[in-house]
């Protein structure tokens, strides 16, 4: 079944209506999780600007990779401290897929940012988010990216009031699941066409994280992630007074909006400029 396949949810005119007024409805139903393959650790992008790492995970002894950006204005030998973008890719794609968006690392050298794109164990692991066939895949996914964010702060001096999550569908529902489960950890936090589980328990997440900002983008053609889907995660946001910024693309797509098109990438980069520290 092709990525596409997996994600696609087909509604009816009742369920739609029912479920833009609940949360009960969101996104998809849960997906299967495979063990660990060879294609778990491939990577993708051929960028000099991207350094490829790995490390070893204890749980179980295995090698699983993630990869960095440094801005070229960071000095070793300094004192100045690196805002961090942990950046949280879709189902199935390669753990640097996100370094490959249009415009992200220009934008990221030019406001200094550090990016680091975990894998989250396996390509599907949802970050933690949605039940697993294996639930031991989910934990292992949540735990793989705090353990790079880890190894980014022991190896580059990181501010420590400026570390950022976003995430694209898979790792917008990720990114909504880990800033609850660590909610002191982050400045403020990005939503790309965010794919949270049908189950999701969406006000106990943002009573969570209700202090912190958010900026939200998603395309109303969206034919993966219902746009009201995501207007009902925006509606109790503003219903906490929640500093967010919501942003609806006319015409926009699931996957385009954002891995092609630079603009849109810009504005989550200027979101967290803003925002700046807790």
Same mark, same amino acid.
């Given at each position: 079944?092709?990525?596409?396949?997996?994600?696609?949810?087909?509604?009816?005119?009742?369920?739609?209506?029912? =479920?833009?007024?609940?949360?009960?409805?969101?996104?998809?139903?849960?997906?299967?999780?495979?063990?660990?393959?060879?294609?778990?650790?491939? *990577?993708?992008?051929?960028?000099?600007?991207?350094?490829?790492? *790995? /490390?070893?995970?204890?749980?179980? !002894?295995?090698?699983?990779?993630? =990869?960095?950006?440094?801005?070229?204005?960071?000095?070793?030998?300094?004192?100045?401290?690196?805002?961090?973008?942990?950046?949280?890719?879709?189902?199935?794609?390669?753990?640097?897929?996100?370094?490959?968006?249009?415009?992200?690392?220009?934008?990221?050298?030019?406001?200094? /940012?550090?990016? #680091?794109?975990?894998?989250? /164990?396996?390509?599907?692991?949802?970050?933690?988010?949605?039940?697993?066939?294996?639930?031991?895949?989910?934990?292992?996914?949540?735990?793989?990216?705090?353990?790079?964010?880890?190894?980014?702060?022991?190896?580059?001096?990181?501010?420590?009031?400026?570390?950022?999550?976003?995430?694209?569908?898979?790792? !917008?529902?990720?990114?909504?699941?880990?800033?609850?489960?660590?909610?002191? #950890?982050?400045? !403020?936090?990005?939503?790309?066409?965010?794919?949270?589980?049908?189950?999701?328990?969406?006000?106990?997440?943002?009573?969570?994280?209700?202090?912190?900002?958010?900026?939200?983008?998603?395309?109303?053609?969206?034919?993966?992630?219902?746009?009201?889907?995501?207007?009902?995660?925006?509606?109790?946001?503003?219903?906490?007074?929640?500093?967010?910024?919501?942003?609806?693309?006319? !015409?926009?797509?699931?996957?385009?909006?954002?891995?092609?098109?630079?603009?849109?990438?810009?504005?989550?980069?200027?979101?967290?400029?803003?925002?700046?520290?807790?």
């Amino acid at each position: 079944m092709s990525f596409y396949s997996r994600l696609f949810v087909a509604l009816s005119p009742a369920a739609f209506v029912s =479920a833009a007024l609940t949360t009960a409805m969101l996104c998809f139903a849960p997906a299967a999780f495979a063990d660990r393959t060879a294609a778990d650790d491939e *990577s993708h992008i051929d960028d000099p600007r991207v350094q490829h790492r *790995s /490390y070893t995970f204890e749980p179980t !002894g295995e090698s699983i990779p993630y =990869a960095i950006f440094v801005p070229s204005s960071y000095d070793p030998k300094g004192t100045e401290a690196l805002p961090l973008l942990v950046s949280l890719h879709g189902l199935g794609r390669s753990y640097d897929w996100l370094m490959g968006y249009h415009g992200l690392l220009d934008q990221a050298e030019e406001s200094g /940012y550090a990016v #680091v794109t975990p894998l989250g /164990y396996i390509r599907e692991g949802w970050f933690g988010s949605r039940p697993a066939e294996d639930p031991q895949d989910g934990v292992y996914s949540e735990q793989d990216v705090m353990n790079v964010l880890e190894l980014v702060r022991d190896e580059l001096r990181i501010d420590s009031d400026r570390i950022f999550l976003w995430g694209h569908s898979m790792g !917008g529902g990720g990114t909504y699941h880990i800033a609850a489960k660590h909610p002191d #950890v982050f400045a !403020g936090l990005g939503v790309a066409a965010p794919a949270p589980a049908i189950s999701a328990p969406m006000d106990e997440i943002l009573d969570k994280i209700a202090h912190l900002p958010i900026f939200i983008l998603q395309g109303d053609q969206d034919d993966l992630v219902p746009v009201f889907a995501t207007r009902t995660w925006v509606a109790g946001m503003a219903a906490r007074g929640m500093q967010h910024l919501y942003v609806e693309i006319e !015409g926009g797509d699931h996957s385009l909006l954002i891995s092609q098109d630079a603009a849109n990438m810009q504005k989550f980069v200027d979101f967290f400029n803003i925002v700046g520290h807790k």
